[in-house]
């Protein structure tokens, strides 16, 4: 079966950078794009950017730029967010989807919090 | 950007009665390949987003049939048709007409009177 599992939480001080990892299994790795999805505490989604496994290509949100990567490992099926110069607003549940005709494989998110 | 507005924010519903949500995007939501990309989540408490309707009216799989969609263009409803005391949680909807681009309503919060 289709399974997301990322990485644990994580505790980083402001100016920090954090990297979050998502780990594909059940499905071809490479044959689907992977979303992530933010969600600030008590707040909504929010779409931070897509990359394809399948050669790294990705594509950001503008609000992101400049201060985002998205990795991607396919000897060990694991697509990675990385975001930098965190501040405190960046405290959020990070969340990995599987881009297909339902978006339904969601990962169980990681929780970063950032604070001094 | 594509904007997607729900309403209302915050419902409450007694069990057994029926509960309707909206969803009102910028711009149509139809693709020139005849598919309408508006999506239905349930997210409950410490879990991730769970898919409840695909393409405004295909429940998916597990889903069950109290739950519906309908809609076209730009104009969405989500239908519950007697509510229980497990649908409690928040209802996104979630367009994808520009992908690689998604974007979610504010959420509405159902809770059970």
């Known amino acids: 079966q289709v399974q997301l599992v990322q990485s644990g939480a994580e505790l980083k001080k402001p100016g920090a950078s954090v990297k979050v990892a998502c780990k594909s299994s059940?499905?071809?790795?490479?044959?689907?794009?992977i979303h992530w999805v933010r969600q600030a505490p008590g707040q909504g989604l929010e779409w931070m950017g897509i990359?394809?496994?399948?050669?790294?290509?990705?594509a950001y949100a503008q609000k992101f730029q400049g201060r985002i990567n998205m990795t991607s490992d396919t000897s060990t099926s694991t697509v990675y967010v990385e975001l930098k110069s965190l501040r405190s607003d960046d405290t959020a549940i990070y969340f990995c989807?599987?881009?297909?005709?339902?978006?339904?494989?969601w990962g169980q998110g990681s929780l970063v919090t950032v604070s001094s | 950007d594509v904007v997607v507005t729900q309403t209302p924010l915050s419902l409450s519903v007694t069990p057994g009665q029926p509960a309707s949500i909206s969803c009102r995007s910028s711009?149509?939501?139809?693709?020139?390949?005849?598919?309408?990309?508006l999506y239905w989540y349930l997210q409950k408490p410490g879990q991730p987003p769970q898919l409840l309707i695909y393409?405004?009216?295909n429940r998916f799989s597990g889903v069950p049939d109290r739950f519906s969609g309908s809609g076209s263009g730009t104009d969405f409803t989500l239908k519950i048709s007697r509510v229980e005391a497990e649908d409690v949680g928040i209802y996104y909807c979630?367009?994808?007409?520009?992908?690689?681009?998604?974007?979610f309503g504010q959420g509405t919060r159902l809770e059970i009177k």
């Open positions: 989807a599987r881009e297909d005709q339902y978006t339904a494989y």
């Open positions: 059940g499905y071809t790795f490479t044959k689907y794009y």
């Open positions: 990359i394809n496994p399948n050669g790294g290509g990705t």
């Open positions: 711009q149509s939501l139809l693709h020139t390949d005849g598919k309408t990309y």
């Open positions: 393409e405004v009216s």
């Open positions: 979630m367009q994808s007409i520009k992908l690689p681009e998604i974007t």
